[in-house]
């Protein structure tokens, strides 16, 4: 992968975050009618807003760094790869919190945050090379953290997390299960 397309890339999608935050904190923020509402036709479209939307500057920044890093850390795959990856988490980590989700509006980075770290979790257990375990391990050790995410606090999308993780594991499963590789196409 060319790294600095890669970066750029990545550092492009936070940029967006700011500026939508920016936009949104000036708006008295209007924007979060923009999120997922879980089982309305309107929340629909919140599968793919709500990663760009944030409730204030905090919630963003604490959003922020996890996002750049393990985005880089997937994006060592290549960047075809990691948008692959990205939008894999945010549609089916989006699709499972509007089937769950309790009728609020659910917005942040965490959904892909958490499904960007289990997916370099399950990527090691899949691949069984040595890169991804080595980045598997400092994904774990460095973000070891994010286990207190599965833990409800009110305020915070508990489903986000969960169903992000869970969407991040499926991802990996469909990009690196040895039974579909080795299988190959039915004939």
């Known amino acids: 992968m060319n790294i600095g397309n890669g970066l750029r890339t990545i550092l492009s999608f936070a940029a967006v975050m700011i500026v939508v935050q920016v936009v949104n904190s000036l708006t008295a923020n209007s ?16 599968i793919f807003f709500s990663p760009f939307l944030h409730g204030s500057v905090r919630h963003l ?15 060592t795959e290549g960047l075809q790869r990691y948008i692959r990856v990205a939008v894999l988490v945010v549609v089916l980590g989006g699709l499972m919190v509007w089937v769950v989700g309790r009728p609020v509006i659910h917005v942040g980075a965490s959904g892909l945050i958490f499904g960007l770290w289990a997916y370099l979790l399950a990527r090691g257990w899949y691949q069984r090379s040595l890169a991804s375990f080595a980045i598997a ?5 460095g973000y070891s953290g994010l286990v ?8 915070v999308s508990i489903e986000s997390h969960l169903c992000g993780a869970l969407a991040g594991i499926v991802t990996a499963w469909l990009m690196h299960s040895r039974r579909l590789l080795e299988k190959g196409p039915a004939s």
């Not at 920044?61 to 994006?75: D, I, T």
């Open 137 to 141: 391990l400092v994904t774990l050790l």
């Open 61 to 75: 920044l604490s959003n922020l760094l996890p996002f750049v890093v393990l985005s880089w850390l997937v994006a």
């Open 148 to 155: 207190f995410g599965f833990v409800p606090v009110p305020g």
């Open 31 to 46: 924007l979060l009618s923009h999120g997922l509402v879980p089982r309305t036709v309107s929340g629909l479209q919140g």
